[in-house]
């Protein structure tokens, strides 16, 4: 059963330019999670989204960013307009269900901006 | 408001020693769980121990171990026969139990183990 896929691993941009993080949960994982890692920070939740929902997006930034988690394919985490300050490392996590289920993370996407 | 406070920002440890690191959160909830994640240099998050609030017993996976002390809302982990490959970051972790799903992570501990 492979983990959960993010790609790219890494990503570098302009400023202005957009930023696409893909997240492809575990199989059968119909719940994802989407984190920022600051540098020399711990992970910060952005968005919660099921299948074609956003559940929570409390931790997400009002402008610039969005989400989504399609009924087929990856979830999308999108940032426009990127700043040097979005320069950070994106986490998704997955699981299951919901209360009782532990998250399982990708590798991260660490982006950059010049 | 939930918060989790990792008050050790760096740690050492020699290789066979046992480790404690602190964690300690707040929280207004009754049901709740905690976890340890560790980050190694690849980045990668892997969990370490999960928690339930609800278990008086303390969880165990082989050399990992954890003291919950629910009243003082304190969840150390203890990692004995400290091997090199267990140098990482450290990640105490939280989350409500209810339907959001949200962890709420300390600013973590680097563990460094020394041959």
């Known amino acids: 059963n492979a983990g959960v896929m993010q790609n790219p691993r890494h990503l570098v941009r302009r400023r202005g330019q957009e930023a696409r993080l893909r997240c492809s949960p575990m199989?059968?994982?119909?719940?994802v999670y989407w984190y920022r890692q600051l540098p020399e920070e711990g992970l910060k939740f952005m968005v919660y989204?099921?299948?074609?929902?956003?559940?929570?997006e409390s931790g997400m930034p009002k402008e610039r960013f969005s989400a989504e988690f399609p009924k087929e394919g990856p979830s999308i985490l999108r940032i426009q307009q990127v700043v040097r300050g979005d320069s950070a490392a994106y986490f998704c996590?997955?699981?299951?269900?919901?209360?009782?289920?532990?998250?399982?993370f990708g590798p991260g996407t660490r982006l950059t901006v010049l | 408001a939930q918060t989790v406070t990792q008050s050790q920002p760096e740690m050492s440890v020699q290789e066979a020693e046992t480790v404690t690191l602190s964690c300690t959160y707040d929280?207004?909830?009754?049901?709740?769980?905690l976890f340890w994640y560790k980050q190694p240099p690849s980045r990668q998050m892997i969990l370490v121990i999960r928690?339930?609030?609800?278990?008086?017993q303390n969880a165990t996976e082989n050399r990992f171990s954890v003291n919950f002390q629910k009243a003082a809302k304190s969840f150390s982990l203890k990692i004995s026969d400290s091997q090199l490959g267990d140098a990482a970051m450290y990640f105490c972790a939280y989350r409500v139990g209810s339907t959001l799903g949200r962890l709420y992570f300390g600013r973590g501990t680097q563990l460094t183990v020394w041959p």
């Open positions: 996590a997955s699981s299951p269900g919901a209360a009782a289920d532990t998250q399982y």
């Open positions: 929280t207004s909830e009754s049901d709740y769980y």
């Open positions: 928690q339930e609030a609800y278990k008086q």
């Open positions: 989204l099921q299948k074609e929902n956003i559940i929570d």
């Open positions: 199989k059968g994982h119909s719940h």
